[in-house]
Nanobody
Framework: QVQLVESGGGSVQPGGSLRLSCAAS????????MGWYRQAPGKQRDLVAT???????NYADSVKGRFTISRDNAKNTVYLQMNSLRPEDTAVYYC???????????????WGQGTQVTVSS
């Protein structure tokens, strides 16, 4: 079992910055893809950015050029640097990770508990 613990959310004015972190813990696992999703009130959960364990990244069009995803494989941690924040970025941000275990081809998906990001003047 993998646990994902997020940190770094909060309130910021438009144009401000925040950095989210998500650390994976557990035993005998390998982390593959990691990513961030967000869910605004009354809306579905949408992809924000993903990163493979080789460092390849993918971003939603709405955050390209403003958000940067990165990871530290030694720490099983993924980060999301969010710059030039807008009110429409307000949402609960969820960390996601794909993990596998020794001697098994199955990959499992795990979610963090979510962290609130509010952008408001």
């Amino acid at each position: 079992q993998v646990q994902l613990v997020e940190s770094g959310g909060g309130s910021v004015q438009p144009g401000g910055s925040l950095r989210l972190s998500c650390a994976a813990s557990g035993t005998l696992f390998t982390i593959h893809d990691m990513g961030w999703y967000r869910q605004a009130p009354g809306k579905q959960r949408d992809l924000v950015a993903t990163i493979t364990n080789g460092g390849s990244t993918n971003y939603a069009d709405s955050v390209k050029g403003r958000f940067t995803i990165s990871r530290d494989n030694a720490k099983n941690t993924v980060y999301l640097q969010m710059n030039s924040l807008r009110p429409e970025d307000t949402a609960v941000y969820y960390c996601y990770a794909v993990a596998s275990y020794p001697a098994s081809p199955t990959h499992y998906g795990y979610w963090g508990q979510g962290t609130q990001v509010t952008v408001s003047s």
